[in-house]
């Protein structure tokens, strides 16, 4: 049993399988989370009362939070395996890269997009989940917004709001590369499917950016027009 085990995570097809399995966790983690952001455009009351709801969950919670740190590391490792893997294939079985006229924009930045994600993550969790909500953080024109206006003062600073910006470009291109990605490794490939597929992905893609994208110009405008997030 070890050995089959060790046998598939060596495979080429195995890798595929575990990071096709655990992008598709973390994107229904995607969609959960963007559910909840867009609560922002209801305001505070129903933006906090979301993320009370989720605290209440207690151990189910960090169950989730486990689950998905576990899948952004095995998704994050497996594709580094990957891409050194098919790398040290190219460079000993061709004289130059394999299909670098057809890859995609997004396939081609893969790279990149990934590395911007890594460090993205790593400032969202310093800047709303190890910091604590307090009145120093969380006033908004005189009134204290809690959680809600812990993210307004955030995102209304220009480069905190730029970089939040490009990571979600940089979600929106991975997300789109992912799902081409996925059906080419359950072995999908139809005339008339395939590119149904990777149109569906690049609306996808696009659409989950702007989504994401949308949020800290909608608080950086209304912070500028003096509205008072009520």
Known sequence: MVNMLKSYIGSSIGKKQIVAITGIALVLFLVAHLAGNLLIYSGPEAYNGYSEKLHHLGAILWVLRIGLLASFILH????????????????????????????????????????????????????????????ANSFVNGEDLGLYGLVVNTLTIPGRALWYIIAMCAVGMHLTHAIQSLFQTMGTNHAVYTPFIKKLSVFLGLLVAVAFASIPVYLFLSNSAGCCFN
């Open 76 to 135: 994050f490792a497996f594709t580094a395996l990957l891409v050194i893997q098919n790398k040290k294939a190219r460079s000993q079985g061709y004289e130059r890269p394999l299909h670098k006229k057809t890859r995609s924009f997004a396939a081609k930045i893969m790279p990149l997009s990934g590395a911007i994600l890594f460090f993205y993550i790593i400032s969202h969790l310093f800047d709303f989940t190890f910091t604590e909500v307090t009145p």
